[in-house]
Each structure stands twice: as C-alpha cells, then as structure tokens.
C-alpha cells in the first residue's frame, strides 16, 4: 500500500505560481511511477504529467508543456508539480498518482494503470 496526500494548492492570479507536493508513505516510494492528473469542474480527469520511478524521464500534456514541471525527491518519498504562467483553465482538482510497478519505468497517461491517488487538492486561478 502507498498513502499519497496532495498539498499546496490554492487561489492566485493569472500569471502566478504555485507548488503541489505530494509526499508518499507505504511501501518504497522509489519503486512507482508518478503522475499527476485534474479535474476541472464538469470534465474528465485528465493527465496533466508524469515522472518514471528514476526521474529520469518526464512527459507532459500538450497544453502545460513549458509551464509545468515534474520533479522528485526519492530520498524524501516525495513527488513535486511546479506550475508556473497559471491560466484561469488550469483551474482544477490535482491529484498525484503512483502507477502499478510494471509500468514504473515510463510515464503512462492512462489512468487505469495508476493504483494509488491522493485525494486531491483545489488549484484556483482567478484571470
């Protein structure tokens, strides 16, 4: 079992900056795979990015390429979503995930192959 609890989230202007981390406890956290998703009000959950179990490989959603940044901290048990130029559509519930252990050494954007969620936290951007 892998506990995963999101935090940082928060209101901030267009234009503006915010943090998601998402420390881990269960199991060896540098075994998974991660990723992080959203929700936006009324849409699907989508993915948004993911990191390999190294940290060696990322990938990003078209629309927060350039943007968003994944990173990962293994010696902390702790997944990092650094979200910078925000826009008013990045407003959404962020989830972390950590994949099931066959897919740790890529990053996979379907959602089914993640085993473990955090509960979310709300990022609110204001224009």
């Known amino acids: 079992q892998v506990q995963l609890v999101e935090s940082g989230g928060g209101l901030v202007q267009a234009g503006g900056s915010l943090r998601l981390s998402c420390p881990a406890s269960?199991?060896?956290?540098?075994?998974?795979?991660m990723g992080w998703f959203r929700q936006a009000p009324g849409k699907e959950r989508e993915f948004v990015g993911g990191i390999t179990r190294s940290g060696v490989i990322t990938d990003y959603a078209d629309s927060v390429k350039g943007r968003f940044t994944i990173s990962r901290d293994n010696a902390k048990n702790t997944v990092l979503l650094q979200m910078n130029n925000l826009r008013p559509e990045d407003t959404a519930v962020y989830y972390c995930?950590?994949?099931?252990?066959?897919?740790?050494?890529?990053?996979?954007?379907?959602?089914?192959?993640?085993?473990?969620w955090g509960q979310g936290t709300q990022a609110t951007v204001s224009s």
């Open positions: 995930a950590a994949a099931s252990l066959q897919y740790s050494t890529y990053v996979s954007r379907v959602q089914t192959r993640y085993q473990y």
């Open positions: 269960g199991r060896t956290f540098s075994i998974y795979a």
